[in-house]
């Protein structure tokens, strides 16, 4: 047996096999066997003390690359005769496997401490020499290693290469994290941009910005990296590029102070080169800029400029038609997307795009109707990227946050589509265990339409396991038991807290912005804020108007998970951890489909962490209830997809779950 086998076996590496407790676990309820959750209940307990380990999670290429540092030097000598298995580059040398799992670890994460510290720890068991660690010939080049050795070329003081071999990392993996990590720390110090080809640092700065998103989606801990890389951009010396160049640099200047946010900056450099040399590239780094800022007509105007300067490229008709695509200004957009198919008829983004916005001039209708353009379904079959983005809208939770379905929230619905009035006590006798929230929004609808009522719930069977039980130990108690029922278990919250929160949930729903704002917030609350963020699931603040409450609340509950989120960073011993558990794994509720949104927003976002999401989705799933209606699981298997550690089985494994739900529904 090799060594790395040996670390494997040590790690308890989780087997597919169930193990002796399986008929146990079934046996007390906790799954049905028959039920395709079923497939995801976790039927063996570890060793304690042991890791389950999955090949490619950061938690198993930091067990390896930490176990490998602190191997026996007997077990190192023998390893090097071990051919039982293709451990990848420099598999011959123990240092050089072990140091390609630090590879791997920056590739999740490239500014994390606790790993660049392991990344020097290997560089100074090789005696510093790069060349055991990364062997140039012989072997395949992979990003993460060329990465890596782009970073120990800068720290060694061979910045050129650094940025050279870094930018054809980039070029090769568009969404690698290293660029926003290190560039700024490489270029930054006076006479670095010195020996750097011009051109080289353009491509590096164009490449960031091509990654960022736009200033309203930028996520909190991104800020800082985005405005250094725009101060970076204006140390970038133009007489050194070649004329046809500098207009993209210009681009690439105002479009870097756009993403970071730099407004008025990047306005006034955008106006600077306009007044200097104006091009199609000044033209529309100045109108994209006025667009974010929300300055619309200013937009237009610039937009139409670019096109003076280059009639033949129809990006700046493009651009001003989505931009009056993302205010719903629906006629105006359909005229700009018009304008361009009556240059290039059948054109891939415009044509499907204006015939979205002939359908919404016509309809209302938050799903397709008869005035549905079905050519646009066609376009989508057929494979048009715009039209099947289009389509998203109608996908739960990517294009909108479905309304609770409970038979209590049902209830509501119909109480008030009919104007009914209530008074004294409304009793429901209910078929099985039901989310507590419905609680909170009946007595919100009460309140705001002035009704004297309140609601008395009964239920004829109980679930097993016990929705209204946490399904393991968590951090916080959000709810209690009184009788039958579930009551908020936490104070109110503070009100500077509740009114952060509620701006917040009043904006339309944008998953990725509703995130990067939450964020701002949480930067501003602190991990001290966790339990009145928490009080605010339990104590929504109240509804403008009794018929918005069953979205109201859901949003809320979003917001404040989005917020728990990004209280702190890291994940053992961190707040948003026990706050974000608690939410996920005690009494089930509407906030669970909340808590599930934000841990996969998390997990994709912090990709080390991915794993340990995936577990807290296990453990949810295999305690699923065994009757009654669940009010979270088609936000469960559908966002359990999106976790990037899955293997391609495992996500053909969910979409049959999901296919099952939709029949059951159906």
Request: glycine share 6%; with cysteine.
């Amino acid at each position: 047996m090799g060594f790395f086998d040996k670390l494997e076996q040590a790690a308890g590496k989780n087997e597919k096999e169930p193990g002796p407790g399986a008929e146990a676990s079934r046996a007390a309820g906790a799954v049905d066997p028959a039920h395709p959750f079923a497939r995801f209940a976790r039927e063996e307990e570890l060793p304690e003390g042991a890791l389950e380990l999955r090949e490619g999670s950061a938690r198993f290429h930091e067990f390896i690359a930490r176990a490998t540092l602190d191997m026996p030097e007997e077990d190192a000598h023998s390893h090097e005769h071990d051919h039982d298995h293709d451990h990848g580059p420099g598999c011959g040398d123990p240092l050089a496997h072990g140091f390609m799992h630090v590879c791997e670890l920056l590739a999740y994460d490239p500014a994390r401490p606790e790993w660049l510290e392991l990344m020097e720890r290997y560089l100074a068991a090789a005696g510093g020499d790069l060349a055991r660690l990364l062997p140039e010939d012989g072997e395949d080049r992979y990003f993460a290693s060329e990465a890596a050795r782009a970073l120990l070329f800068a720290r060694a003081g061979r910045l050129r290469e650094a940025v050279e071999l870094l930018a054809m990392v980039q070029q090769a993996k568009s969404d690698a994290p290293y660029l926003e990590a290190w560039v700024p720390d490489w270029l930054e110090p006076a006479g670095a941009l010195e020996g750097l080809p011009p051109s080289v640092v353009l491509q590096i700065l164009t490449q960031a910005l091509v990654a960022l998103p736009e200033a309203a989606s930028l996520e909190v801990q991104r800020e800082e990296s985005a405005r250094r890389l725009a101060r970076l951009a204006r140390r970038l010396p133009l007489a050194g590029l070649p004329d046809e160049l500098r207009s993209t640099a210009d681009m690439t200047l105002i479009g870097l102070h756009r993403k970071a946010g730099l407004f008025a900056e990047g306005l006034e450099l955008a106006r600077e080169r306009i007044a200097s040399r104006p091009s199609w590239h000044t033209h529309i780094g100045e109108a994209l800029l006025l667009r974010e800022q929300g300055e619309a007509e200013a937009a237009l105007a610039g937009f139409r400029r670019a096109l003076e300067h280059n009639p033949a490229d129809l990006t700046a008709l493009l651009e001003a038609g989505d931009m009056f695509f993302e205010r719903e200004e629906w006629a105006r957009a359909g005229e700009l997307y018009a304008e361009v198919l009556g240059r290039e008829p059948a054109h891939e983004w415009a044509e499907p795009s204006a015939l979205w916005c002939q359908w919404r001039t016509s309809s209302d209708s938050p799903f397709p109707d008869d005035a549905f353009p079905k050519h646009l379904l066609d376009l989508a079959h057929a494979g048009n990227g715009r039209a099947r983005m289009l389509f998203g809208n109608f996908h739960p939770y990517e294009g909108f946050l479905p309304q609770p379905r409970d038979a209590t929230a049902n209830v509501i619905a119909q109480i008030l589509e009919e104007g009914q009035e209530l008074s004294g006590e409304v009793k429901l006798t209910l078929s099985n265990v039901e989310a507590p929230s419905n609680a909170l929004a009946f007595a919100q609808v009460a309140r705001l339409a002035s009704y004297d009522a309140t609601l008395a719930v009964s239920y004829e069977h109980v679930a097993r396991p016990d929705p209204r039980e946490p399904l393991a130990e968590v951090a916080h108690q959000l709810w209690r038991r009184e009788g039958e029922v579930l009551v908020p278990a936490l104070d109110p919250p503070a009100p500077a807290v509740v009114e952060a929160l509620s701006q917040l949930a009043r904006g339309p729903w944008n998953r990725a912005r509703d995130w990067a704002a939450a964020g701002r917030l949480a930067r501003e609350l602190g991990p001290t804020a966790a339990r009145d963020l928490l009080a605010c699931v339990v104590h929504p603040p109240l509804a403008r108007a009794p018929e918005v409450v069953l979205g109201w609340i859901p949003r809320v509950q979003m917001v404040a998970a989005q917020v728990l989120a990004q209280l702190d960073s890291g994940w053992e011993g961190s707040a948003r951890k026990g706050a974000l558990l608690a939410l996920l794994h005690g009494p089930r509720d509407w906030s669970t489909e909340a808590a599930i949104l934000a841990l996969t927003d998390l997990a994709q976002r912090e990709p080390a962490h991915s794993l340990e999401v995936g577990e807290a989705f296990e453990a949810l799933a295999a305690a699923r209830p065994d009757s009654g209606f669940v009010a979270y699981e088609e936000a469960l298997f559908s966002q359990w997809l999106g976790l990037p550690h899955l293997w391609d089985e495992e996500r053909a494994e969910l979409v049959k779950v999901l296919e099952a739900l939709e029949q059951d529904a159906g």
